[in-house]
Each structure stands twice: as C-alpha cells, then as structure tokens.
C-alpha cells in the first residue's frame, strides 16, 4: 500500500496569492514525523518543515505552513504570498517504525508548483 | 550548513558498464542513503548506511549495490548497467539517532543516463 500520496501532479498559482500542496499519508504507527522538501529544477532537495505526530500545534516556518489534520491522515503543505522562486517540484514524505527502520524517509510522487508572474 | 556531495552531475553510459557514483558528506553524520528519483514515482529508496560497512537494503536494491569504507564516503555501484536504470540518483545523509524529526539532507543528485 502507498504510504504518501500527493494526487496533485501539477498546480498553478498567480504570484502573491496562497496555495496548498496535498498530502496524504497511511501508517498504523501512533508514532511518526512528516516532512516536506523542495526540489528546484537544480535538483537538489531542500528541507521545509516537519510535524510530529504528537505536536499540539501545526508547524510553520516562515511562509510555509502545515496544515494537519491527523484523523484525516493529511498534511498539506499551505504556502502564502507565493513568489516565483516557489516555482518547483514539492515531495511530501513521512517516518514511522513501521517495518523496524526508522531511519528513511518515504516519499510521495510529488507535486509540480509553477508560479505565474 | 551539511554540506552532501554528489562527485558527477551528469553522466553518460553504456549498457553493461561498471558504474560508480560517488557521495561524500561534510558533518560526521553516521546514516548515509541512495535514493533513486523517477518521474511519477517519486524517491525510492535503494540502499542506506549506518555505519561504517554496515548497509542496508531500501525498496529497490536489485541491480545495485555499495561501499562505505569511510564514514563521510558513500559509493552506489551498478555492476553492469542497464537502460532501465536510466535515472536521477540523490545521496543523503543524516546523523545518528532513530528520532522522527532527524532531518535527512540530500545532494543536488546525479544524473545518469545508459544508452
């Protein structure tokens, strides 16, 4: 079974407005981190921002937010006032101690954000 | 800053080559991985690192292997390559400690194309 999945191949956002990446995930362990990454047409993976599973409070770094919604088993990714640097390709991924390795993270297809000026 | 180093960016190469992509980090981190990049398919993990000549399998080992002789040096092998692993390869690394928010930081990936 898929454990993230991002349905959204590709999105669309005008310059200086919001938007939100999907992200659903599937675990049976109580206990795990979700992450999400940046990965510019460069191809390097750039670290956002992380939730726990236990953590009272959504997770926000800057102009990124993560909205989650536990018994939804969803955590999407909000950014605001989108700029065209955002243009990239976003991974949701997610570690629990399913399978006894906690070590790796597991990643979704990703989604594909474009910024139009 | 962790600093992780992919040594080739983009390479060319023939089926049934010997193929090393080398990865090198800059912060002591003991967990090292591989993970294989594919349109649609997102990461999928190949091999990940420990310690120094400990490995692991991830998801998609077949066709692959490696070698950790020093703690900052990852190597991915592809003992014969072959089309289907034409691909994007990212190296990673992280530090020790099995808690759920160790940030696994990533290199700008390798490029690999075998025609």
């Known amino acids: 079974a898929q454990k993230i999945t991002q349905t959204q191949p590709g999105m669309f956002v005008q310059e200086k407005e919001a938007v939100t990446l999907d992200c659903t995930y599937d675990?049976?362990?109580?206990?795990?981190?979700l992450f999400w990454y940046k990965q510019p047409s460069s191809g390097e993976m750039i670290f956002l921002i992380y939730?726990?599973?236990?953590?009272?409070q959504n997770a926000t770094e800057g102009r990124y937010s993560l909205n989650f919604q536990k018994a939804r088993k969803s955590a999407n990714l909000v950014i605001s006032a989108s700029q065209l640097g955002d243009s990239a390709m976003y991974f949701c991924?997610?570690?629990?101690?399913?399978?006894?390795?906690?070590?790796?993270?597991?990643f979704g297809s990703g989604t594909q954000l474009t910024v139009l000026p | 800053d962790v600093k992780v180093t992919q040594s080739s960016r983009y390479l060319v190469k023939r089926t049934g080559e010997k193929v090393f992509l080398e990865c090198v980090q800059d912060?002591?981190?003991?967990?090292m991985f591989w993970y294989r990049q594919d349109p649609g398919l997102g990461l999928r993990l190949i091999y990940f690192?420990?310690?120094?000549?400990?490995?692991e399998k991830g998801d998609i080992p077949e066709g692959y292997s490696v070698s950790r002789e020093k703690k900052e040096r990852f190597s991915l092998i592809l003992e014969s390559a072959s089309t289907n692993q034409t691909s994007m390869y990212l190296c990673?690394?992280?530090?020790?400690?099995?808690?759920?928010?160790?940030?696994?930081?990533f290199g700008e990936g390798s490029w690999l194309t075998v025609v």
């Open positions: 990673a690394s992280s530090s020790s400690g099995i808690f759920l928010g160790n940030t696994i930081y």
């Open positions: 991924a997610m570690r629990d101690l399913e399978g006894g390795s906690a070590r790796q993270l597991t």
């Open positions: 912060m002591d981190h003991e967990n």
């Open positions: 675990t049976s362990d109580p206990s795990y981190g």
């Open positions: 690192s420990y310690d120094v000549k400990m490995k």
């Open positions: 939730q726990g599973s236990y953590d009272q």
